[in-house]
Structure formats: structure tokens, C-alpha cells
């Protein structure tokens, strides 16, 4: 969804917002062409902070586009604050319960509405010790094999300063530096039509967080650590090379 088409909660949520995350920050936007202004895409980024939903979609929005987070169905529940992540049509999920597929299905619907939907492939802030990303769940790979919309990498870097998830400091100081990268979409081509089978998921998510973890190191600086190392399939001749990249 285009900024042009917001209701009016949607226009109500961005006067609160942006205003305190204009002076909150000191913003570093790099790639928001990748962002196209029409038509469904799926964007996944790395979390590093609380803070990040707040950036993430500052950079969105300043994009052209209105972002559509999953959020616990808990947090809907609450009043006044479900009410009005209704009425800005954020998506509740049901973790853990067999009503998680509706999750899916709401972020088809609002794929093919042509939305802009954020994911967080790993689940959860990092727990990496110098945050960088983990292994990601195969939400997004699913999504994207359902829809054929884009997947957009979108790298934060900054936002820890804001919140920091391993010594629960939070800062309200003016002017904190935050960069935000979007990159092109990944390359998924190869399992265009493939059946969702775990393995088709699970490799497609690799080269998602591959890509992620790689942008995130063009902002940051440093040599990435792997993602992980998974365990050699029979027959396979050993771990897959890229994962351990």
C-alpha cells in the first residue's frame, strides 16, 4: 500500500511517530529503490532491539510505503492498543497454536492488497553476543513460494543504541546515529513453483539470511561470523558450503 491511500488512524499513527523519531535519531537511509511503490513485497530484516519495528518502519514509510508488522495476538487484546494496531492494519499472529496459519493467510490477503509486510526471519532479538543475525524460521521463504512477491533484505544498524537487548539500557538522548540499508530483492528464482517441502523452505531461508547477514555487513563494518553449520544430509557429501559462509 502506497502513503497516498492511508486512512486516517494510518495518518494519526505517523503524526504521533515520526515526529519523536525525527529528533530520536540521526538517520542513515540507503536503498529505498529497491523498495518499488506498487505492488506487494515482503521485507525481512535483522533484529537487534526493541527499537527496531519503530526505524524499520520510519524507513519504510520515508520509502513511500505503509508497513504491516506481525504482532503478538496478545498485544491486539489490549484495549485501546489492539484497537488502534486494528485500525493501522497490523496483523495479529497466533504463535504456537494451530490458529497460526490464519497468520499466513492474513499476510497473503494483505500481499495481494498489495502491502508491504516486515518479517523478522529470526523470531526474536539476536542473541548473537555482537548481534549479529541467527538462523532465520522459514516464514518469509513460505510467504514468497504462496505469493511470488519480492523478498527486500533490509540490513538496521543503531537502533541497539537506542534499546540494548543484552543490558536492557534504554536511551532517550536526542540524535542517535541509525542506518538502514534495503537491498535488491533476493534471488530466488531457482524454486519458483518448487512444492514447500522443509528442505525447499529451509534452503531458500539460508540464502535469505545469507544476504541479510551480508548487507548488515556493508553497514557495520567487521567480518560476519556464519550463520550457522548445519548437519550433512546422507548421500549429500557433507554441510553445504554457503551456510557456513
Known amino acids: 500500500m502506497g502513503r497516498r491511500k492511508l486512512g486516517f488512524w494510518q495518518r494519526f499513527a505517523v503524526v504521533v511517530v515520526k515526529p519523536v523519531m525525527t529528533v530520536w535519531t540521526r538517520r542513515t537511509w540507503r536503498g529505498m529503490e529497491h523498495l518499488r511503490r506498487d505492488g506487494g513485497v515482503i521485507i525481512v530484516a535483522n533484529h537487534i532491539s526493541h527499537a527496531d519495528p519503530l526505524v524499520s518502519a520510519h524507513f519504510v514509510y520515508d520509502a513511500g510505503r505503509w508497513p504491516r508488522f506481525l504482532g503478538k495476538a496478545s498485544v491486539f487484546r489490549v484495549p485501546v492498543v489492539g484497537w488502534l494496531l486494528h485500525r493501522c492494519r ?7 497454536t494451530v490458529d497460526a496459519v490464519k497468520s499466513l493467510d492474513a499476510l497473503v490477503a494483505a500481499l495481494n492488497e498489495d502491502g508491504a509486510v516486515v518479517i523478522y526471519p529470526e523470531g526474536t532479538t539476536t542473541r548473537h553476543p555482537d548481534l549479529w543475525p541467527m538462523r532465520g524460521k522459514t516464514g518469509a521463504a513460505r510467504l514468497a ?5 519480492p523478498v527486500v533484505p533490509l540490513a538496521m544498524w543503531g537502533p541497539e543504541r537506542m534499546f540494548d537487548p543484552r543490558t536492557k539500557r534504554f536511551s532517550v538522548r ?9 537491498g535488491p530483492p533476493v534471488d530466488l528464482g531457482r524454486w519458483q ?7 525447499t ?11 541479510l ?12 561470523p556464519p550463520l550457522w ?8 557429501g557433507g554441510e553445504r558450503p554457503e551456510a557456513a559462509a
Open 174 to 182: 536526542p540524535r542517535i546515529p541509525v542506518s538502514v540499508s534495503a
Open 90 to 96: 497490523q496483523i495479529p499472529v497466533e504463535r504456537g
Open 229 to 236: 553449520q548445519r548437519p550433512a544430509r546422507a548421500g549429500d
Open 145 to 149: 513460494l504462496a505469493t511470488g512477491a
Open 201 to 211: 523452505l529451509e534452503e531458500m531461508t539460508d540464502e535469505i539470511m545469507l544476504r
Open 193 to 199: 513453483g518448487a512444492t514447500p517441502t522443509r528442505a
Open 213 to 224: 547477514r551480508d548487507l548488515l555487513a556493508e553497514i557495520r563494518g567487521g567480518t560476519p
